[in-house]
């Protein structure tokens, strides 16, 4: 049996009091409204964003997405996925915030940008983009101290019937996951409502890479698989903020990691889609923290 998380007295409280956890729900009187944070802290280590952090994310989220749409005017082909990074990084800074990529576990770039077969955490660098190529460009700006997260896949010139089918079917998983995020339901409604529509179409869903609380920090618990049963996992409550972005190959699960450690390749050389928004579960339901049009 999986133990609970020691919550140190003198910490702030995980309810978003402000309070030391002594003073509010660690104290004899604690309001059981405000326990389900701490619960959560306790068994998952999945620390619940009050209203003023939604706000916060939500104004990093208008960063990120501001940082795509400039992206999407100047790509094209013929350009290096190192002239993305420096539009990425550069634009980033200018706004008063800092890319979270970059230095991150040893990652040397601003930003990641996956080509065609590249699955995901593309190193940004000499390739150039081809006409026909897809990209997908992914993005985590830290402002004021809190990140969000999001990625596209573009069209760089014109595409092929199987190019826009794959980011067609990878945007739709992205809309399937989002469509299941309510309190109650649970993790694996996720998971599974991107499978089904993914293997419906005849297209693998990588399960080696998953979505992820965001926030506070660029990675934070809980994991977010993108395959999975219904009804299984933790339950979402109003609070929890994390990423869905399934990734979607058009052969093949399998992949290899390159020799940079980083850069993930479907193993058939299979074309391969991912869209990401980062979200907030509600008492209504959910509201993505950095929203751009589906299908």
């Not at 960063?63 to 420096?86: C, Y």
């Not at 019937?161 to 996720?190: F, H, Y």
């Not at 008492?283 to 049009?293: D, F, H, K, M, W």
């Amino acid at each position: 049996m999986k133990q609970k998380r020691k919550i140190g007295r003198n910490v702030p409280c995980p309810c978003g009091s402000g309070k030391k956890y002594k003073r509010c729900c660690g104290g004899p009187q604690a309001d059981p409204s405000k326990m389900v944070a701490v619960d959560y802290m306790q068994r998952y280590g999945i620390r619940l964003k009050q209203a003023v952090d939604v706000e916060a994310i939500r104004k990093a989220g208008r960063l990120a997405l501001a940082t795509l749409d400039l992206v999407e005017q100047h790509l094209r082909p013929g350009m290096s996925t190192d002239e993305i990074n420096t539009l990425v990084h550069d634009y980033t800074l200018a706004q008063g915030a800092v890319p979270a990529p970059l230095n991150y576990r040893g990652f040397p770039k601003s930003v990641c940008v996956s080509i065609n077969e590249v699955i995901c955490h593309g190193i940004p660098g000499e390739r150039r983009i081809e006409a026909g190529d897809i990209v997908n460009v992914d993005v985590t700006p830290i402002l004021d101290g809190y990140y969000a997260d999001v990625n596209k896949t573009f069209f760089a010139g014109e595409p092929s019937a199987e190019a826009r089918k794959i980011v067609s079917v990878a945007a739709q998983c992205l809309r399937a996951g989002i469509e299941m995020v309510e309190p109650g339901n649970t993790l694996g409604d996720i998971g599974w409502a991107i499978q089904r529509h993914a293997e419906g179409q005849e297209c693998s869903v990588v399960r080696e890479f998953v979505g992820h609380g965001v926030g506070f920090a660029f990675h934070e618990p809980p994991q977010v698989p993108h395959f999975g049963q219904r009804h299984e996992g933790i339950k979402m409550v109003p609070g929890m903020v994390f990423t869905i972005e399934p990734m979607i190959n058009l052969g093949g699960v399998s992949l290899r990691i390159l020799d940079d450690k980083w850069t993930a390749v479907t193993a058939d050389r299979s074309l391969s889609a991912q869209f990401e928004q980062t979200v907030v579960v509600t008492e209504a339901g959910v509201e993505s923290l950095t929203p751009y049009p589906l299908p």
